[in-house]
């Protein structure tokens, strides 16, 4: 069965500084990857994707996310945040089984304070 | 703007009834998805549609029950049966069978009198 795993339920920050935001997912199968960002009272944004290919993958917004599979991890890196990066982030992955079904992390709460 | 409208924000729903929560998407996307969302505890999938007319129980549909009979909409029922149905409920699309979620709507959340 897969499963996602993201280490830290909360993650407070200073603006401008780095951050990473952890996740290890286990599967038997190969896997896709995602990223979700939700702001307050708002559904869940996709913000990148693993798929195949290029193990480093960036979002719009300067977040990137490294696929390795040795370690089957995908953390979430931004070199350097800003308070509007303040939301909860999940870590998802997907890999046979049912259509839609994403398994999902229980999710990262970035606080970025100025 | 294409995108997905939940409604309503905010429901209320008394002992033993029935509620129901509305998803349209003007996106034309094919598949649809109902999940759950629990303070702590992630997104779990209640029912997916990949298209007109069919759809598909995920890893928590007892209690719940949903239609596609538009590709625009996929209603989802809250029903009696459901013990503990206060929660973030969130609908999604993707454009095709094989692509995973990419379009959120912004959520309904139910909580019980």
């Known amino acids: 069965a897969q499963s996602v795993t993201q280490l830290d339920s909360q993650v407070p920050v200073f603006e401008e500084a780095p951050v990473e935001l952890r996740c290890n997912y286990s599967?038997?199968?190969?896997?896709?990857l995602f990223w979700y960002v939700q702001y307050p009272n708002q559904g869940l944004q996709l913000l990148l994707k693993y798929l195949s290919g290029s193990t480093l993958v960036e979002s719009i917004n300067g977040f990137e996310a490294e696929f390795n599979k040795s370690q089957t991890s995908f953390h979430l890196r931004k070199p350097s945040v800003h308070i509007s990066d303040t939301a909860e982030y999940f870590c998802a992955v997907s890999g046979g089984g049912s259509q839609g079904n994403l398994i999902f992390g229980k999710g990262t709460k970035l606080s970025v304070k100025p | 703007d294409g995108g997905i409208t939940q409604s309503p924000k905010y429901l209320f729903r008394k002992e033993g009834q029935n509620v129901t929560l509305s998803c349209e998407q003007n996106l034309n996307h094919d598949a649809m998805y109902w999940y759950r969302q629990d303070p702590g505890q992630g997104l779990r999938l209640i029912y997916y549609?990949?298209?007109?007319?069919?759809?598909q129980k995920g890893d928590i549909a007892e209690g719940y029950s949903v239609s596609r009979e538009k590709k625009e909409s996929f209603p989802l029922t809250v029903t009696s049966a459901q013990k503990n149905p206060t929660a973030f409920y969130l609908c999604a699309s993707s454009i095709a069978q094989g692509n995973q979620p990419q379009h959120f709507g912004d959520g309904t959340r139910l909580s019980i009198l």
């Open positions: 549609s990949q298209i007109v007319n069919d759809f």
């Open positions: 599967s038997s199968v190969s896997v896709y």
